[in-house]
């Protein structure tokens, strides 16, 4: 019995890492095989598909016929994600033969280390993403990357290793990666942002100055200190962490940065010169579901080419938002101050924005509005007050708004409406579900 129990297991991890998994039909159409379980698109000659239920050293070199190799620019390998067995990385795998390969990526594969120069014979790499998935087998199980992995990818401008479950990375890793324009590290469990952003003197001959876009969301961040490596950085993704301290120059050197996003974190308060140095460069400024309950009065100031400001989903009241908070942000277009605690909203706070386009007010405690708030504003297009306490609204308030289309006062005490309210918001909207009062 136990000798037919052992050959049933054999047979089943035989066929667990041979067999290649079914792709879905969609996947299949105008597509043509060119090897067992891999597939190329009519309309792409030189990219290649192969789905597998594993990546080991055994099964992966006969996947592709001698003769497609040299063709091929781009290879995606996606492993089964319904068989939790490893995944490896082998110099003898067929991947590693097609030395023309442009793109690689690898999904779904249970792999639990990348080991020294595992990438250098594909020297004409450009793009490379590496999504394993560990911690859908485990938590504890973590893809462990070597310092000297990405030795010979000094082509490679894209990396992606997002989904791996890594809780930590070699301090000179991406030294090797001289072209390196956009690194994704999101949905692991890194705790140390420096870890990316190297500034040891031993570190200091690795550059990383064309690095343009940073993932690092969906980790376990608690602090960002200064980065110094990445002086060309456009866009900076730290959402989904546990941020609680931003030191004040922490983006001192990213005079390029255009996008910056720290929502959903820890943060009870800003630096107040935090974004001193980035007032001609950032466009959007992302701080939503924070528990930030207090504002310095210019933290905002000289951010002249802002657009999109999201400080909504936080703990501030009147107090914080008031009169010169959003002084000089003159091209500002979205302002979003949603899910906070305002109780009311005075003459002077949006006085500077005079491009304002959508301002989003809702779900807060605004009891008053005074008649002269929107005064300013003339452009705008999009304002929501929902979800409030209005009882009330002067016949003024609105006077300004000639272009308005939408406006938002549903969830409110409104009892009565001036009549003169919206004489001039000639290109409002009125539908249910814009403009809904109600009484009672």
Known sequence: MKGILLLLFLTLLTVTCHASPLPSQSSLVNSSRVGPGCYRRSNETSSVEC???????????????????????????????KFLFDSFLAPNQTLFQMTFLEEVSVESCKIRSLPSNVWASLSYLRKLRISSRNGDWSTSVSLLVDNQAFQGLNQLTSLDLSQNNIWSLPETIFCPLRSLQKLNVSWNRLSE??????????????????VTVVDASFNQLRRVGRIVKWKKLVELQLENNFIEELQDDAFAELGSLRSVNLSSNRLVALPPSIFKFNGGSLREVYLANNSISALAPAVFSGLNGLLLLDVSRNTLTSQWI??????????????????????????????????????????????????????????LRVLDLSHNRLVRLDEKVFGGLGVLRQLYLDHNKIRSVEDRLLENCTNLQVKPFLFTIFCG
Request: with cysteine; charged share 20%; hydrophobic share 40%.
């Open 51 to 81: 789905f597998i239920r594993t990546l080991n050293h055994d099964n992966f070199p006969d996947l592709i016929s001698k003769q497609e190799l040299s063709s091929v620019r781009a290879l995606r390998i996606k492993c089964s994600d």
């Open 322 to 379: 008031r009169e010169k908070m959003f002084n000089g942000l003159v091209r500002l277009l979205a302002l979003r101050l949603s899910f906070n605690q305002l109780s009311s909203i005075d003459e002077m706070i949006f006085s500077d924005l005079i491009n304002l386009q959508t301002l989003n007010l809702d779900h807060n405690r605004i009891e008053s509005v005074h008649p002269g708030a929107f005064r300013m504003t003339a452009n």
């Open 193 to 210: 942002l420096e870890e990316l952003n190297p500034g040891l003197p031993e570190a200091n001959f690795c550059s990383l100055n064309g």
